[in-house]
C-alpha cells in the first residue's frame, strides 16, 4: 500500500509539471472555454428548428422580414383565434426584443390547439437560436428553449382512465 502513495505522488508532480495545467491562486484549474454556437442559415436565409409539445410537432422557418407569421398557410390570427394562443406563440420573440422583424412559417400537425402552440414556441425559439446564436442566453433564461417532456399517461387495463378505478360495490 506505500508504494500505491508514492507513485501516486510522483505522478503527482509529474502532472504539475504540465504546461498544459494551468493553476489558478486558489488552487482550481482554469474553466474550459465557453462554447460557441454558430449560425445556421439555409441558402435562403432562412433558418429552421423543429418544436415539440405533447404530441405536437412543428416545423419552423424564420427570416428577416416584416414579423409577418403563417401557420399551415393561414395567418395567426385565423388559424389561433383565442388572444392566450397568440401570446403564447410571440413569447420567444417579446423576450428576445425581436418582435416585427422576423417572417416565421411553419407547419403544425398532431394534438390539440394548446399543444400545437406550444410546439410553434419551442420551435421558433430554436429557430431563432440558429439564425443569432446571442439569443441563445435570453431564451434559455426565460425557458423557452426546454421540450415540456410532460405527455398524457395511457389509459391500464381494469381502470376506467389512466388511474381512475371504476366505482366500488360491496354487494
Request: glycine share 12%; hydrophobic share 40%; aromatic share 8%.
Given at each position: ?10 505522478d503527482?508532480g ?8 494551468q ?41 428577416q ?12 390570427v ?48 430554436r ?7 446571442e ?14 417532456a410532460r ?21
Amino acid at each position: 500500500m506505500p508504494n500505491a502513495e508514492v507513485r501516486s505522488l510522483e505522478d503527482l508532480g509529474s502532472l504539475q509539471n504540465l504546461s498544459g495545467l494551468q493553476v489558478g491562486l486558489q488552487g482550481e484549474t482554469a474553466a474550459p472555454p465557453a462554447r460557441v454556437y454558430e449560425r445556421k442559415v439555409d441558402n435562403f436565409g432562412r433558418a429552421y428548428a423543429t418544436g415539440k409539445r405533447k404530441d405536437a410537432v412543428a416545423r419552423v422557418w424564420v427570416k428577416q422580414g416584416p414579423g409577418k407569421i403563417t401557420i399551415n398557410g393561414r395567418d395567426l390570427v385565423v388559424y389561433f383565434a383565442r388572444p392566450v394562443l397568440q401570446m403564447i406563440l410571440k413569447q420567444p420573440l417579446v423576450a428576445a426584443k425581436r418582435e416585427g422583424q422576423f417572417d416565421v412559417v411553419c407547419t403544425v400537425a398532431g394534438g390539440g390547439l394548446s399543444g400545437q402552440a406550444g410546439a410553434v414556441r419551442h420551435g421558433i425559439s430554436r429557430a431563432l437560436t440558429h439564425f443569432e446564436p446571442e439569443l441563445r442566453g435570453v431564451l434559455k433564461k426565460g425557458g423557452f428553449l426546454t421540450r415540456d417532456a410532460r405527455v398524457v399517461e395511457r389509459k391500464k387495463y381494469g381502470k376506467a382512465k389512466a388511474r381512475k378505478s371504476f366505482q366500488f360495490s360491496k354487494r
